[in-house]
């Protein structure tokens, strides 16, 4: 049992796929100097063949490591920077998302996209704070956001072995966290299966990526006064729709707490899903990025468009009065 | 489909061709007017069908350009791969794909090579190594790159040849396919097919420089081959094709053809002008049925047309007997693990 | 007064925006020939210098367009597949939307991205069958789709002028449709204002592009039973938020129809905000394509897919029968 | 800053050199010094404010390729347009942005050439032609070209240099915009500045063929120029930008520099160890500020130097003056017609 980083689990996660399967390779710019430091050791380790620092192609590398996918690898593709997903997206939901329904079955694309460090990097301005799965939820492509250092390691393993392409998305805000644990011990953790990272019975929180952590803060403070279920979805495609509803069964009031811009965003799935079919006894809220948000250079600009925990605190206080008043109506 | 048999006149050949078997010269040569020839007639029955609407959304038509993927894929093993376009009819029957479950997949059916999932734009026969066909000019460069590093990887001595138009040497990222193909000797043949005209542009107006000079930027051996003529486009490819398996890396191959037909079956109703009818039957003149048929002797010629004609008639027979697909299984195959997700009411 | 077509209705307003105004120019694949008829007489009437043929560089020809609107210029791109917006996301979701924030507000980016035929073209498969506006609503870009003749010029138009980029979804459903009009006559329409096509009391429908057509037919047949009010956005972003609270103070009840992926898809953005601040007496509900939908080819596969007039119809009666119960329950 | 003075030996220039007038030629001498060392000068206070966390989030230092922008941007005139990288502030410098506002933009401040939107990556003047850095690898080479084209639509004889690093030619985008400007005889300038590497990434080891190469193949003039020495930039930089505006279309100039200092900040502290200390130590041995200097008279010089901390003082007392912009503003700008959306809030 060793204090590990969320940096350190998707190293090792890689690294152990790579010796349990051969068909595992890595492409990606600077991935044999390990500039992000999630390929470290693996040059040594695996040899050239099998990690490969690319031209700045995201284009090319992207299509490319679907043709070595149909040809019977699992490859994995680092980039440096959540935009560069939009460089590659007719690659990714034109192509590798497709190949399988429109080939009736006979390509597999298991290949694996890593974003080490999404969202805001405070200080790198608007070209590189993006955090678009919700982009990947809206055409299909499964997609994950691992909050904490054991799902970084569990989720990045299920994703390399996953037959169908699979975006990783590792949050900046989430990197440099640490947890005392054995990645020996730890299991892979399946597309699709959220987790309570804390129980209560007031109103649950779902929060996703980096935002897990600032929710069980909040939610640690308002211990007293509300009780509060912290719902980590941990993929956002596919959903953990059963166990959202589960939550909702016990505490019927729900706030969304999401780094992405508002509209179409994720957040917006889960409260229009909730709202459909699940237990609502008060109106749902979100807390998101503004609008079609850019994030501007300034730190203070850059803080002032991610959701806060002042902003958590006021949706669920809001969220709990709310659902007395309209209890109080009810009775 | 592999010959050693040499049939081309330059010195690049004469040496090899002293080792030329006649008698597989021969069996290539009508093989080339065989595979000419069913494609040219697969067009001209898929066109009928368009019209009579069993397929639906129409095709581009590869009547004219046959000697490309017949050429190319005569020199090529079965278990070789190639990618394909929107114009891909020819490539996936060259290759050797049923002529039936092809119809089968334009007529959507059940039994089609994409159980109806693909259509024109999208055929593919993993079986004979035909990783489809793609709607998006380009698309597939990389990954047919891709695939031919991968299957030198895991040790077979595959080559893969990706086909694509003149538009698609446009398009950046079958630029950046040639830099990493170059880059890491990937054993892939670029197979660039020049028909004149991408839509309605003429190729002159989309390209500055030349095709060939695009491969030769990065180091990748570029010839331009007279596409009309089967034999001259097996001979540039079977020397690409031995290239790559040999290790020594991509190749280009820029296929000068012309597109007399339309560009989509859209065509026939909407009679676009972007070219004179003068300038068409002018190029009718060089035909490669005609070109490959004239060398053959004219019972050979005439058995096989027959045979043709049998096989396209047990072919159309075959589709159009075929079943359509059950709408409840419209989302089969979205996810290759079978995952499901929501459908569109919840 | 004549009857035109709305294919018409955007060469028409094109044309004259052109004539209006010199900074007006065109790219776009075969343009000249106008192989989609957006164009048609352009050329004769405008020269070379402002409808240019591009090669088939979707990368290059945004970017370059953003350039050439940097420079004082109002380029209009058409596209002939949805799909080549992925191709160029890049261009224009990380430079043309963002370049007038980063730069303080030196930069502004009057482009407007014409895609002719979106959604289904049946028998085009799954490569020509997208239907991506939500993806544009997500990162902020403005983006509008016309149901209507009128619309289609008037929408169309109030792009050309717009300052920022601007998408313009011309929905294949749609572009057959007729109106007996005089386009002298019509003015353009604002982005953000939705428009009432049907007014109606027990259940609001919101549906989008072709759909709006659909969800009128609906409304007919069931005109007896339940009086159906039918909303089209017009532009889903910016969207009419105060029109869409108003059509619900009268209903309270809502269904939206949207011809996109469910996940994350503008359905989701509208069922989302309406629970959270509009007037509902029974639960939201949403007709769409299923969560990462891909297109097959074959017709019936290809239907099966998108959303269709008797699940409206279903979701309308579900939605007032609900409504009827959820009343029951709490009077 | 446009100059005609010829400093160039090449046979291509003796003929103009006749025309040289020896006051503009020194004039431009000290010019070129005075902007490679303003730059450099720059660089260091700036990295002395990121190692005390006035500017966040780090820079990509321009040291040691001072030359390139340098010598570029003195043969354009101050209308003429320019779009820069992640490694940026030398080529706005160069072009004539205020070293203090642009201070004032890396330490986020609303007096920033951007307001404070933009920082390091995404400087932007439009006041001097500066279209903005991106930090994008080759996206801004088609914007580039689209304004280039503009210009020259609109009637302006305005030339366009866009800038990028040897990284970005193997970028699709980049490639497909070397088409189009060929095509169009669009008047813009290509501007590779090849350091040796991209990140940690050698040249060679990402760059199949030559950079020049992939000019020629769209029919692109393309030259190697020593990009260490301001006056060899500057020679042959004029030449492109006199074609270009005379209508004889694009250009590349590769600029053979070596990236001397990190490729961000951030490897102060991460240290990576893809070259040996003794291969940066050599590289040193030629710096474009000895070079142009030593074409000096030492009082010049040490004027110039004087003058520049004088200059580079005021610029980090303003910029640290400055007020920081006020949270409730972060939309302002989100779109240029003021249309505002809603908060994350509702
Ligand atoms: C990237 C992309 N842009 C545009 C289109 C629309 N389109 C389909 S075919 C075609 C022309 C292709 O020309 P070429 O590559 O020469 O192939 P050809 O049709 O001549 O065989 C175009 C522009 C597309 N499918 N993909
Ligand atoms: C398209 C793209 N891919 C990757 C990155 C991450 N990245 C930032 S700078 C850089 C290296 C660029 O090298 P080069 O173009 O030679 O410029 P240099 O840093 O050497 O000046 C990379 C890979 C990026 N910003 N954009
Ligand atoms: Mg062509
Ligand atoms: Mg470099």
Redesign the interface.
């Known amino acids: 049992m060793a204090n590990q980083s969320y940096l350190k689990a998707l190293n090792r996660a890689l690294g152990d796929e790579m010796a349990r399967d051969p068909a595992v ?1 890595v492409f990606g ?2 991935v ?2 390990a ?1 992000t430091n999630v390929t470290a050791g693996l040059l040594t380790r695996f040899g050239p ?1 099998r990690v ?22 699992r490859p994995l593709i680092e980039f440096q ?1 959540p ?2 997903l ?2 590659a ?3 990714i ?3 590798a ?14 290949v694996t996209y890593l974003v080490t460090g999404s969202g805001s ?8 704070s ?1 955090h ?1 799965y ?2 990947f ?6 997609t994950a956001v691992p909050a904490t250092v054991r799902d970084a390691y569990g989720l990045l393993v299920a994703a390399i072995r ?3 392409p699979v975006v990783v998305f590792a949050p900046s805000g989430a990197l440099r966290r640490r947890e005392d644990l054995d990645f020996a011990d730890v299991a892979p953790v399946a ?2 299966v959220g987790r309570v990272q804390r129980p209560g019975t007031d109103v649950t929180v779902v929060a996703v990526g980096h935002l897990v952590h600032d929710a069980l803060a909040v939610a640690e403070q308002l211990a007293g006064e509300v009780s509060v279920e912290v719902f980590d979805p941990r993929s956002v ?3 953990d ?1 059963p166990g959202l509803a589960a939550s909702l069964e016990r505490t019927g009031r729900l706030v969304v707490f999401d780094d ?10 889960i ?7 699940m237990r ?1 006894v008060a ?12 994030l ?10 991610q ?1 806060s925990r002042e ?1 958590l605190r ?2 669920i206080l809001a969220t709990v009065g709310s659902a007395q008043l309209a209890g109080a109506a ?1 009775g | 489909m592999d010959h050693d048999a040499d049939l081309d006149g330059t010195d690049s050949h004469r040496a090899a061709s002293h080792r030329a078997d006649s008698h597989r010269a021969a069996s290539l040569r009508a093989e080339l007017y065989r595979t000419v020839r069913l494609i040219r007639r697969f067009e001209e029955r898929a066109i009928d069908l368009v019209r009579s609407g069993v397929i639906v959304g129409g095709i581009h038509p590869y009547i004219g350009e046959e000697a490309i993927a017949a050429g190319v894929c005569a020199a090529l093993r079965r278990d070789d791969f190639i990618t394909s376009t929107h114009r891909g009819h020819g490539h996936v029957l060259a290759k050797g794909a049923d002529p039936a479950r092809m119809l089968a997949e334009l007529a959507g059916r059940v039994t089609g090579l994409n159980r109806g999932r693909g259509g024109s734009m999208h055929a593919a026969d993993f079986g004979v190594g035909i990783l489809g066909a793609d709607a998006i000019v380009g698309a597939a460069a990389p990954i047919a790159a891709g695939a031919a590093w991968a299957s030198r990887r895991t040790g077979a001595d595959r080559v893969t040849a990706a086909f694509f138009g003149d538009g698609a040497v446009n398009q950046g990222v079958v630029l950046e396919t040639f830099n990493l193909a170059a880059l890491w000797r990937v054993p892939v043949v670029f197979v660039c097919e020049n028909n004149g005209f991408a839509t309605s542009t003429r190729t002159e107006d989309a390209v500055a420089g030349t095709i060939t000079g695009r491969g030769a930027a990065f180091g990748i051996p570029a010839h331009t081959v007279d596409g009309m003529d089967p034999e001259a486009v097996y001979a540039a490819a079977a020397e690409a094709v031995s290239r790559a398996r040999a290790g020594g890396g991509p190749s280009l191959l820029e296929c000068v053809t012309y597109r007399v037909d339309a560009h989509h079956t859209f065509e026939y109703a909407a009679r676009p002008r972007y070219r004179s009818a003068d300038e068409v039957q002018a190029a009718r003149a060089r035909d490669p049925l005609e070109i490959q048929g004239a060398r053959l002797p004219d019972p050979v010629r005439a058995r096989i047309d027959a045979e043709i004609e049998e096989q396209l008639t047990r072919a159309v027979l075959f589709a159009t007997g075929s079943p359509h697909p059950d709408p409840d299984s419209a989302l089969d195959y979205l996810y290759a693990d079978g995952t499901r997700t929501r459908s569109g009411v919840g």
């Not at chain 1, 992405?260 to 799935?269: I, V």
């Not at chain 1, 109106?283 to 850019?294: I, K």
Request: proline content about 7%; hydrophobic content about 40%; overall charge negative.
């Open positions: 390779c710019e600077d044999r100097s500039a063949q490969l620092d690319t031209p700045i192609s995201e284009q090319a590398f992207t299509g490319f490591a679907t043709g070595a996918a149909l040809a019977g690898l920077i935009a560069l939009f460089l997206f007719e690659q939901a034109d192509q998302h497709k190949l399988s329904l429109m080939t009736g079955g006979q390509a597999r694309v298991p990097r405070e200080g790198w301005a608007g070209q590189h993006d678009p919700s982009l939820a809206h055409v299909g492509v499964k996953d037959d169908d597309l699709g495609h596919p959903f729709w992405a811009n508002r509209s179409c965003g994720l957040g917006a799935e409260v229009a899903a909730a709202a459909e079919s609502l109106p749902p809220r979100r807390v998101t990025r503004p609008d079609g948000a850019v501007p250079f300034a730190l203070e600009l850059d803080r002032a468009l959701p902003q006021a949706a009810r």
